[in-house]
């Protein structure tokens, strides 16, 4: 069973920075895409940044510039840097894997928090 632990979410203040970091476990095909969504209070989650394991990258259009996803192949791990944070960047940040197990099936971790705030 795929599980993908998170970590390194916190408080900030507006223009810091944090990284987070997401591991997967009982990957069984290598082959995937993995990555962060975020989800703030009444909205809807959304896409924050996806890599492949072939380095293909999407970037939600409110993130470019300032974060920068990167995956480990050999650890499973991905990893979301996170520069000059905005208020409206805080949410709860989901890791999530695409086919991790090889079939059509979507992953979810437990989610960490992220506040930007003064």
């Known amino acids: 069973q795929v599980q993908l632990v998170e970590s390194g979410g916190g408080l900030v203040r507006p223009g810091g920075s944090l990284r987070l970091s997401c591991a997967a476990s009982?990957?069984?095909?290598?082959?995937?895409?993995m990555g962060w969504y975020r989800q703030a209070p009444g909205k809807q989650r959304e896409l924050v940044a996806a890599?492949?394991?072939?380095?293909?990258?999407t970037y939600a259009n409110s993130v470019k510039g300032r974060f920068t996803i990167s995956r480990d192949n050999a650890k499973n791990t991905v990893y979301l840097q996170m520069n000059n944070l905005k208020p409206e960047d805080t949410a709860v940040y989901y890791c999530?894997?695409?086919?991790?197990?090889?079939?059509?099936?979507?992953?979810w971790g437990q989610g960490t928090q992220v506040t930007v705030s003064s």
């Open positions: 999530h894997c695409y086919y991790c197990s090889g079939t059509d099936t979507d992953y």
């Open positions: 009982g990957v069984t095909f290598s082959i995937n895409s």
């Open positions: 890599i492949t394991s072939g380095s293909r990258i």
